[in-house]
């Protein structure tokens, strides 16, 4: 049975996760007091596939100490938690609540809208310190939130870790929930030759480019070994979700290239193994 601690600020699509678990037969409760969350921990009825228990900022009070308290308490009642965080952009916030005209639950306390999403960071960063897994909404719509809970929280049950490998193109920013970032920038790049130009990673033209390419497979051969290294470790942790992000220029030819064949290889390790291409939508 899956326990699950869902956080957010609001209007990063935290009630948007619980709804999707929730309609996969999850027990959802949202804003329960902090103190109550280990009595409902040990007595939910195990008929139930899951438990995802919303957490926000009237949940947690003013002092780090009672979020340590009740992840120690957890701890050592050896009850598997994993705790998501769900967030997005002060710019992308302010738009939510602005088109949505939502109260923000801290404005009653007399802040400005901006001061609010301000203070309620500042009131959830010791859930952010123990999340697992950070999802960030900034350019994600609500089906798209909805996908990713499935994809890696539900994923495959017969493996414990879920890991995500995603390319991207440094052009429009790197993501800011991965807990790896690698930089393939320096490695040949396909686009400057004309005719491979309209390829993606994806494509066999651009997979025999990269590979008669002795610097790409060297890059690749070292992610490997790296990643096979510090992925255990990381399991040792008790961590069940790990995303690796590598960048090119564009987000087009080698990073996916990289992406792709990481994937396929770690896929025979670990069966919840995911790939998205962020910059082709995939």
């Known amino acids: 049975m899956k326990r699950i601690i869902v956080s957010g600020r609001s209007g990063s699509g935290k009630t948007v996760a619980l709804r999707a678990l929730e309609d996969q037969g999850f027990y ?3 804003n329960i007091p902090i103190k109550l969350i280990p009595a409902l921990l040990e007595q939910i009825d195990t008929h139930y596939p899951g438990l995802a228990i919303g957490v926000d900022a009237r949940n947690v009070t003013h002092t780090v100490e009672e979020f340590d308290k009740l ?14 965080f769900i967030d997005a952009n002060d710019a992308t916030l302010l738009k939510r609540f602005s088109e949505t005209r939502r109260r923000h639950p801290l404005t009653s306390e007399g802040l400005s809208l901006a ?8 009131r959830l960063e010791p859930v952010t310190r123990y999340a697992q897994l950070v999802i960030d909404t900034t350019s994600k719509s609500p089906h798209e939130l909805c996908q990713v809970i499935m994809q890696r929280v539900l994923g495959d049950e017969s ?10 193109g440094f052009k429009n920013g790197a993501p800011n929930d991965a ?3 690698f930089d393939a920038r320096c490695l040949p790049n396909p686009y400057w030759e004309e005719s491979l130009r309209p390829f993606t990673g994806k494509d066999q033209p651009i997979v025999e480019y990269l590979e008669s390419q002795p610097h790409a497979q060297e890059f690749y051969w070292q992610l490997k070994i790296f990643l096979q290294t510090w992925i255990p470790r990381f399991e040792e942790d ?3 979700y790990l995303t690796v992000a590598i960048g090119c220029t564009g987000g087009q030819h080698r990073s996916v290239y990289l992406a792709e064949k990481l994937a396929a290889n770690f896929k025979q390790l670990y069966p919840n193994t995911q790939i998205r291409h962020r910059e082709m939508s995939t």
Do not use: G, M, P
Request: some cysteine; glycine content about 0%.
């Open 28 to 30: 959802c409760v949202d």
């Open 179 to 181: 807990d790896f970032v």
């Open 71 to 84: 992840i120690q308490q957890i701890t050592a009642s050896k009850l598997d938690l994993d705790v998501i």
């Open 159 to 168: 493996s414990h870790l879920s890991l995500l490998f995603t390319s991207f």
């Open 238 to 240: 008790n961590r069940n």
């Open 115 to 122: 001061e609010a999403i301000q203070k309620e960071k500042q």
